[in-house]
């Protein structure tokens, strides 16, 4: 059976990590545009640094939840092929074990040169002055992808969204494309749909599977390997 998951924060949230658009969500506390857009990385880098310096810390004292570890598990049962793309710039679907996951909106624990596109591992503390390894600009950013910038291996989610047999969202509020759209590409595909979430969000699932990730996602899982 291939599967294709797309997680987002909801997932980690049960871990102790805070999600963007709920009551009290990230989002709330910080406005977006200036603190995970190009242009207020390049209006003051020091508080963008400073925001994802905190998600670093944060998501290293975080540790995978049930619904990692039950992903983890589906990832490694025979006959299934399944694809986990995660919006999530935490690491705890590594930490959990699971193989070949696609981080599509980057991760907490890279860096990246902004002049010359280097990559090398995330230093606790970033700051926007620290020099590239390689060509020695201060142009440093983390490598998470911002509003207005495209998503990280889009073509290998459309393809196995094309090929899919189930597709399952986990986690995630749908407010933000392309993510968003890949229910509907999985349905055009003839895949079946689950969302499984706290609450139903507006997107054309087939099914919904309500509750916390924790609870919801090891009985999704068993139910697919039974
Ligand atoms: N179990 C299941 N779902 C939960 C839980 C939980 N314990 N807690 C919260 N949720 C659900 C919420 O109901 C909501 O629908 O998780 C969703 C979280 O939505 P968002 O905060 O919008 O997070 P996400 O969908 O991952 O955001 C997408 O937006 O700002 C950007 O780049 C950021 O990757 C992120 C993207």
């Not at 989002?27 to 640094?49: C, I, K, N, S």
């Not at 039950?70 to 025979?78: D, F, I, Q, T, V």
């Not at 910038?149 to 189930?166: C, F, K, N, S």
Request: with cysteine; charged share 20%; proline share 8%.
């Amino acid at each position: 059976m291939r599967i294709v998951v797309l997680t987002g924060a909801g997932v980690s949230a049960e871990s102790g990590l805070g999600t963007f658009r709920d009551k009290g969500g990230l989002w709330e506390a910080y406005p977006l545009e200036e603190v995970a857009t190009p242009e207020g990385f390049a209006r003051d880098p020091a508080r963008v640094h400073a925001f994802y310096n905190a998600r670093r810390e944060n998501a290293r004292a975080a540790a995978p939840n049930a619904a990692h570890d039950a992903l983890a598990r589906l990832g490694a049962a025979p006959g299934i092929d399944l694809t986990l793309v995660t919006q999530n710039i935490d690491d705890l679907h590594e930490q959990a074990g699971s193989p070949s996951l696609i981080h599509m909106h980057g991760r907490l624990t890279v860096a990246l040169c902004g002049a010359c596109g280097t990559r090398w591992e995330a230093p606790a503390v970033m700051s926007a002055t620290d020099p590239c390894p390689a060509c020695t600009a201060p142009a440093t950013r983390p490598d998470v992808v911002w509003f207005g910038e495209i998503p990280y291996h889009m073509e290998r989610i459309a393809a196995a969204l094309e090929r899919a047999d189930v597709f399952a969202a986990i986690g995630t509020s749908g407010e933000v494309y392309p993510a968003a759209g890949f229910v509907a590409e999985a349905r055009r595909a003839g895949a079946e749909t689950v969302e499984i979430n706290l609450e139903p969000t507006g997107g054309p699932f087939g099914r919904r599977i309500m509750g916390p990730a924790t609870e919801t996602v090891p009985r999704w899982v068993a139910g697919l390997l039974s």
